[in-house]
Each structure stands twice: as C-alpha cells, then as structure tokens.
C-alpha cells in the first residue's frame, strides 16, 4: 500500500531543525545551543496548507475536516515530519552520529535542508562568527551522496533499502539515459548514477534559517544567488516557534504563514476597546515582537517556515485528493451538510487505483465515481484539479 509521504529535516548540529520541527508542529523535540541535542529522530505532524475542493464548489461554509482545519478554502493538512540528528563533515564514515543518522533518513521522500544563516556555527554547529554557511549546502549534500555509494557497494543493486521503489531507479536510469550495460559501468559512471539517485530520491529544499540575526541577510544574498532560488527559503525557526506559542497563550493574533500579526494595543488602536480579548504583553515580549516584525514581517512577508513545507510539498509534487462518499454533496456519510472531512495527499503520478488502496486498502472496488457522477478509470492520474475528488464504490464488480 502506498506510504504517507514523509518530509526528513537535515543539517549540521545547530542549524535548528528541532526548533523548526517544533515551530511546524506541537512537537517539543529538545532544542539546545549546542550540537547533538538531538539523538534519537522525532517524528511528528505538521500541517501542510493546501487549496481546499471546498472552494471550488463553492461550499466553504460546509467543509470541516476530520484531521486539521479548513478556514475559507485554505486547507491545512496533516504531514509527517522526521526531525534527526545533526551530520557533519565525514558521516558518512561514522563522524559524529553519522551512519546512524543517515540511516534514520531512508524513508524520507524529500529533505528539508535547515542552514544556519546567520554564520554563527561552523561546520560542526560549534559557536563561532563569519562562518560561510554556503559550503555547509554543498559538503551535506555531498555526505549523502557518500553515503548512498558505500551502501551500494556493500549491497551492489540494493536500491530498494532506501525505501525507493523500482519507479524511482527507472527515473534516475531514463534522467541519464544509460546506453551502457550494468557490468561496463566505471566507477565515474556509478558517480553519476548516485548522484541522480539521490536528487531523485530526496528531492531537497534548503531552509535558509536564522534571519532574525542581523549577520544572516549577506550570507542569504550570497546563497540566493549560488542556488537555484526556487529551492531556496529564508525563515526564522524562532520567530514561528514565539509567535505560535504567544498566540496559543492569548497574547496576540496570529495567521500562520502570514505577516499579520496583532497585539491587544493594536486592536485597541484599531477601535476595539476590549483589544480582542487579548491579554497585556510584558516590555520583553512586545520588544520582541517589535524586533520580529521589523526583521522579519516587514522584510521577507512572513517567518517562512510554512512556506519551506509547501516548498518541499511541491517538489515532491504531493497532489491532495479528496474521498467522499457522495459526490453531489461531497459528504463522507449520511450527515450531508458536512463536507470534505477527508483529504490525502498523494505523491504525483499517482493514479486513482493507488489512491484507491491507500483509503480502502483491500477492500475490493467495483468502480470509482468522479464529480458529476462520471465513472473513472483505476490508471487514470490524479492531479490538483482534476480526478481529485473521488468516491470509492465497494463491491465486487
Ligand atoms: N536566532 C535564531 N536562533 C535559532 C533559530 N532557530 C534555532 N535557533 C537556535 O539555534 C540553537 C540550536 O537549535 P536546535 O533546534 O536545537 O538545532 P538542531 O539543528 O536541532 O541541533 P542538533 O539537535 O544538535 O543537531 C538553539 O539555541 C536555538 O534556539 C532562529 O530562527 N533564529
Ligand atoms: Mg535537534
């Protein structure tokens, strides 16, 4: 049965992947300024914003999810996200924590790579300043590199122990368009393979993190320019995690995701005399509130954090898709004035058999109805938009 997609944070010790893990999720994985806080991978659930069918058709006012929140057609969907230790120089040959770490990552579909910006942690998250974190995105990405190679050579064809499927090495064979035969292959030609594989397996999107810090903006020019901008994201792990949890206490108003942020002064100032309920922020908090928004808000538009799970949603090419019972009224049971409860999210070129599997698992399915009553095809791919609203009919056709 296909699995749920499964999103892994990577980066040397201090980069903040804990923090970032717990900034998208009500995970507490300990975070600490030192490096290995972490040892042990945390695996918890974050929400991946998505546009909801529920807009489409027009019935927003009906539309509650069983798992997360739908508000006006903007859908938050549960996703699985692994948090592991950190990896420096050399672990692919057991530095640090490292093969136990790249271990823990075999079943991750895509990384989210978490880069300290700010320059204040060197190669092996120790204190320092000026570091240029720009060489961190090019020897990780070489460490999993090397470490997919020395397994290979271990278990020669051994592909499947990544948790990759026969699609992914046929995507990898057919990217580089292999005419040699496997027992001609030079070890140039097994460098190239592993290398593709890896793009292909672990799809990465690189957290450009810490831009609170006034030394990060010269470092995330630097960086924008060297990468391919579209898999870059700057954000601040700390900002999201403070202003969720100020939020979550009463003290402000928060939208996830967004620069709109407001305190009981300012809803006071915008004629609300009661200040929206909100209780009175201490002179620390409000400072750095005031710090967040000037560095940050201002600045980049939002934290960023929840825009690196998008990110990462969308070079996986995870395609949400919406079971219903009815495809009329789009509910799941006999309560049709509830709609959408359910959604899954699907990794693209999936088709509506997999689909099929992943909801009903064996159950045997006589056919597959779409919106307007249409029957559709088992092979038929699910895309956002289209074959994505589905409902399964049981029974043995
Ligand atoms: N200024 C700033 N500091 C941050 C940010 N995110 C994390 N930190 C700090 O960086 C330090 C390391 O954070 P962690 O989240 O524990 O880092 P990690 O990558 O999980 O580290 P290991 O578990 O040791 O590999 C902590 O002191 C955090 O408070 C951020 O966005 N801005
Ligand atoms: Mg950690």
């Known amino acids: 049965m296909p699995r749920d997609p499964l999103i892994g944070l990577v980066g040397k010790p201090s980069a903040g992947k804990s923090t970032t893990l717990n900034s998208l999720t009500d995970a507490t994985s300990k975070v600490g300024n030192y490096p290995f806080t972490t040892i042990d991978p945390q695996r918890a659930i974050g929400y991946l914003q998505i546009a909801c069918a529920c807009e489409r058709f027009g019935v927003q006012d009906k539309c509650k999810p069983n798992y997360g929140s739908c508000v006006d057609g903007r859908r938050s969907v549960p996703i699985e996200l692994l948090d592991v230790a950190g990896l420096v120089p050399g672990a692919h040959q057991g530095r640090g924590l490292g ?28 204190n320092t300043r000026g570091y240029d974190p720009s060489q961190d995105i090019a020897w990780l990405r070489g460490e999993i590199v090397a470490w997919i190679k020395g397994n290979l050579w271990e278990k020669w064809g051994q592909f499947s122990g990544y948790g990759s499927t026969a699609a992914v090495v046929a995507r990898t064979l057919d990217r580089l368009n292999l005419k040699e035969p496997l027992e001609h292959w030079t070890e140039e030609t097994v460098d190239r393979v592993v290398s593709t594989f890896t793009d292909e397996k672990f799809p990465t999107v690189i957290a450009l993190n810490k831009i609170d810090d006034a030394d990060a903006y010269t470092n995330l020019m630097k960086i924008t320019k060297m990468q391919d901008p579209n898999m870059v994201v700057a954000c601040s792990a700390k900002a999201e995690l403070f202003l969720r949890k100020m939020a979550k206490q009463g003290y402000i108003r928060y939208t996830e995701g967004t620069e709109f942020v407001d305190t009981r002064e300012d809803l006071i100032a915008d004629g609300d005399p009661d200040g929206g309920g909100l209780k009175e922020l201490d002179e620390k908090n409000k400072n750095t509130i005031e710090e967040y928004r000037d560095m940050i808000l201002f600045r980049y538009g939002s934290t960023g954090v929840v825009q690196v799970l998008s990110k990462a949603a969308e070079i996986l090419g995870l395609v949400p898709v919406f079971p219903v019972r009815n495809v009329s009224t789009f509910s799941s049971g006999s309560d049709t004035k509830v709609a959408f409860r359910d959604c899954v999210l699907v990794k693209k070129n999936s088709t509506v ?14 056919y597959v109805e779409g919106v307007g009553g249409v029957r559709v095809s088992e092979d038929a791919v699910v895309t956002a938009g289209k074959n994505d609203v589905l409902s399964f009919k049981i029974g043995r056709g």
Do not use: C, Q, W, Y
């Open 353 to 366: 058999g997999d689909v099929a599997r992943k909801v009903m698992g064996d159950a045997p399915i006589a």
């Open 99 to 126: 093969n136990k770490f790249l271990d823990d990552l075999r079943h991750a579909d895509a990384l989210i790579h978490v880069v300290d910006a700010s320059g204040r942690t060197n190669a092996e998250g120790e």
